[in-house]
């Protein structure tokens, strides 16, 4: 039986991925209801969205962050962080997140010198964490888990 067949009769989601020039994986999110394009990144520990960005993903709750950012050749950056936040990725959802904000133009500057789209933001290891993520290299797609939600 085929990969992806277990994991959808175990619950998880499909979602593809696009390799771009830079050999990262993009993923198309939604953000409290609006739409983006992020780098799919193991790496980062948290999701996160440049700050520049904050009214364009209705950020509400937003306040300063004592974290310093780190990453991508940058170091000791200033962070606000979002919380409640929605996300989707394809069928699968997240609710009452929350998103690190911060300046990623050192990010969209390397992403543009080798060709590639500047993006909105990061989704990193807290997602994956959640959603029991198991990435397929192979045939270009990240597979979440759904949540389970107690009322």
């Given at each position: 039986m085929k990969l992806k067949n277990i994991l959808l009769r175990k619950g998880y989601v499909r979602i593809k991925l696009k390799k771009i020039n830079t050999n990262h994986f993009e993923i198309k999110s939604i953000i409290n209801g609006v739409k983006g394009r992020f780098i799919l990144d193991t790496g980062a520990?948290?999701?996160c969205i440049e700050i520049s960005l904050q009214d364009k993903f209705k950020m509400v709750n937003v306040e300063d962050s004592e974290t310093k950012a780190a990453g991508a050749?940058?170091?000791g950056m200033e962070t606000k962080i979002s919380h409640n936040n929605e996300i989707e990725l394809k069928d699968w959802s997240y609710?009452?997140?929350s998103?690190?904000?911060f300046d990623l133009t050192h990010v969209n500057m390397a992403l543009t010198e080798h060709n590639a789209k500047a993006i909105d933001g990061i989704i990193g290891a807290d997602?994956?964490?959640k959603g029991k993520a198991i990435i397929d290299y192979k045939n270009k797609c990240v597979y979440?888990?759904?949540l389970?939600?107690?009322f």
């Open positions: 520990s948290n999701s050749g940058a170091i609710n009452k997140f998103l690190v904000l997602i994956l964490e979440l888990k759904k389970v939600y107690k």
